[in-house]
């Protein structure tokens, strides 16, 4: 999608749609800016107006520039934020595609965001709720808007600074919702592996994929064993972005879960509302790929490495077994209670690698647990931080609510860690019904020495009933997250 920003009068704009997002009682400024016949068209439709959050009305001006006018309401101006703006012109994108509409201009409206902030969000909103997975369909019907104008009236530059910035954020966000959406028979590791290799030399980070017989050599027993159920090898894929710029000398690691199909192995899940969508869980995985997509697009000083663990989980003639205790990367064993509980399995050898690299910081992003959903639903992931990253857990929510990917933050209490003692081994793979997403968390925590996070966005992942800005199916969740996180980190200023 072609993104540019314009002072031009609001009248002059040559578009198929032109989006006035208004605050209640916002109507007079617009009128005041428009002239000839919107304005005339806009005084009969302006009494059917509310201007409550998500409404619209569509008017079709005689005689000017654009074709269409929509009026889309943000509600009482105190109440707009990033995420009211994103859904506006999520609407907006909506209405462009219900009418055919091709080209569109959105006006930055008044509210207490600063410029720059604004004009990425209501460029985030466009082309997020604009994106469609068609890879498997053989007919298309109808199209997308494949341009955005973007209206400013004062603030010309740092609106384009947004706009610009959100375009790469909202592309690698559509990365991360393409690997999520991707058939499981088109997603084996190494697949996923070529995918990234080819995202990296388009995009510019280094990325080296190990084989199985590699994985071997370090002894990753974690991986190993969810794998062997499976035809298909395990991968590690390791991404890198050190660019000479970098501020500090040691790392952020992510690491992303890159389970990509979770039947549960021999706990073998049920198919319906369980099974069914389990090719979302590497979605943790799609997410650092994403974020490291953007981090080089935006050439952000901060050297970072991007960890995915890769392999599905299947009930296969050799497959792992409860009961089996294995012995991990870091030399730990695990009885394993239920097969299901499998990628903490793989992040705790991702994870126990990642201290060969001396880590400022490290964060895992993963579909870990169903009790993650239970607990905050489906728009909200669970974060959980060890006692050295507290100011970092603190900084990650701000970032969940600046970019729009909410992360709560959860307990870590030692004494949770009590559910995961085992008769046989060091540890358990299963705490029990309780606190299931944080057992799991304390479960990594044994295979960390550095100051960490831990998102666990099994909810928000994936969606089987659209959100404002997010169709149905994978949402991109923790590419905006990070993106925000890591321009943060890396100028500590701009937080
Ligand atoms: N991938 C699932 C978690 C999940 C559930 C992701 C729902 C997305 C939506 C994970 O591997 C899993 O199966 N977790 C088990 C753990 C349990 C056996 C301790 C779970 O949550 O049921
Ligand atoms: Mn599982
Ligand atoms: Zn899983």
Known sequence: MKVSVTTLPLAELDVDLLMLPLAESGL??????????????LKRAAGDFTAKPGSTVLFYPDGARCRRVALIGLGPKKEIDGDRLRAASGTGAELAEKTGASTAAILVPQCSLDSESIGQALVEGFMLASYKFLRYKTQVNGRVPDRLVVHAKTDEKAVRRGADRARVVAEATGTARDLVNTSPHHKTPRSLAKAVERLGRKH???????????????????????????????????????????????????????????????????????????????????????????????????????????????????????GDVLTMHSGKTVEVLNTDAEGRLILADALSYAKLYRPDLVIDLATLTGAQVVALG????????????????????????????????MPMYSHYGDALKSDVADIKNVGGREAGSITAAKFLEHFVDYPWLHVDM???????????????GGTGFGVRLLVDFLRGYAWPKYR
Not at 206 to 224: R, Y
């Open 458 to 472: 099994a909810g928000p992942a994936f969606l089987k009933t659209e959100k404002p800005y997010r169709p149905k």
């Open 204 to 322: 510019g980070f280094d990325v080296s994929v190990w084989d199985k017989s590699l994985i071997e050599d370090e002894k990753m027993g974690g991986l190993l064993a969810v794998n062997r159920g499976s035809p298909e090898p395990p991968v590690f894929i390791e991404m890198i972005w050190q660019p000479d710029s970098a501020a500090r000398a040691r790392p952020v690691v992510l690491v992303g879960k890159g389970i990509v199909f979770d039947t549960g192995g021999l706990s073998l899940k049920g198919t319906k509302d369980s099974m069914d969508h389990m090719k979302a869980d590497m979605a943790g995985a799609a997410a650092v790929v994403g974020a490291m997509e953007a981090m080089a697009r935006l050439s952000v000083p901060l050297y970072i490495i991007g960890l995915v663990p890769a392999t599905d989980n299947r009930p296969g003639g050799n497959a792992y077994v409860p």
């Open 28 to 41: 007079g400024a617009v009128q005041g800016r428009l002239a000839g016949p919107v304005a005339e068209a």
């Open 378 to 409: 489906s728009e909200v992931a669970a974060l959980m931080a060890n006692d050295r990253a507290a100011e970092h857990a603190t900084a990650m929510e701000a970032a969940g609510r600046r970019s729009g990917d909410l992360v709560h933050r």
